[in-house]
């Protein structure tokens, strides 16, 4: 079946990085955008950027320009992101997600990894 | 970047209500509108997307319409594992953006 399945927890110290990975299974790596979303505690659902693990174009949300990174290694059909930086704001749920397929007009946003909690601490 | 009103933010509602939450869209979407419901401590899952398709192995109460700017997402005879937090997602181009969630609570 479709799958997508993450990396486990990370604790991280503030000004530290952390790089999260995304394993697909079940269909086409390379036919489908990820996606990645993080959520805070108690929080609401926040778009963090995208890759189109084809030819590896990538675009980010405004607040994480310069401090995220998104790549993949298609031969493990695995995408990862990165994220630098940390602060204690950083502290969330970061899930990945697949929206395609890329070429055509009916996509769909499914599935969606089991996520990842990072946490940032000193 | 496309912002996404959705509301109500919460309601409470029994066993067998129908329910409707509604997203508004800052400028047209055409039918680039999924809905998620996510349960405490879970991924969400996708209920619709392209507006109104239902999602392979989503039941038939879940239904969804709309187009342009204005959706809705109907839960047709609320069941106690409907409870949970409801959220739209706009992917007309990216930046994508959600809507700010509604949380279905037991009356």
């Known amino acids: 079946q479709v799958q997508l399945v993450q990396s486990g927890a990370e604790v991280k110290k503030p000004g530290a990085s952390v790089k999260v990975s995304c394993k697909a299974s079940?269909?086409?790596?390379?036919?489908?955008?990820i996606n990645w979303v993080r959520q805070a505690t108690g929080q609401g659902l926040e778009w963090m950027g995208w890759?189109?693990?084809?030819?590896?174009?990538?675009g980010f949300a405004q607040k994480f320009q310069g401090r995220v990174t998104m790549t993949r290694d298609t031969s493990i059909n695995t995408a990862y992101m990165e994220l630098s930086s940390l602060s204690s704001e950083d502290t969330a749920v970061y899930y990945c997600?697949?929206?395609?397929?890329?070429?055509?007009?009916?996509?769909?946003?499914?599935?969606w990894g089991q996520g990842t909690l990072v946490t940032v601490s000193s | 970047d496309i912002q996404m009103t959705q509301s109500p933010s919460s309601l409470s509602a029994s066993v067998g209500d129908r329910v409707t939450i509604t997203c508004r869209a800052s400028q047209g979407i055409s039918n680039y509108l999924a809905w998620f419901q996510q349960k405490p401590g879970k991924a969400p899952k996708s209920l619709i997307y392209a507006a109104s398709s239902l999602q392979s192995g989503v039941p038939s109460k879940f239904s969804g319409s709309g187009s342009g700017t204005d959706f809705t997402l109907t839960i047709s005879s609320l069941q106690p594992e409907d409870f949970a937090t409801y959220y739209c997602?706009?992917?007309?181009?990216?930046?994508?953006?959600f809507g700010g969630g509604t949380k279905v609570e037991i009356k």
């Open positions: 890759m189109n693990p084809n030819n590896g174009d990538t």
């Open positions: 997600g697949r929206l395609g397929p890329i070429r055509a007009a009916a996509k769909s946003f499914d599935p």
């Open positions: 997602l706009q992917y007309n181009g990216y930046p994508l953006t």
């Open positions: 079940g269909y086409t790596f390379t036919s489908y955008d």
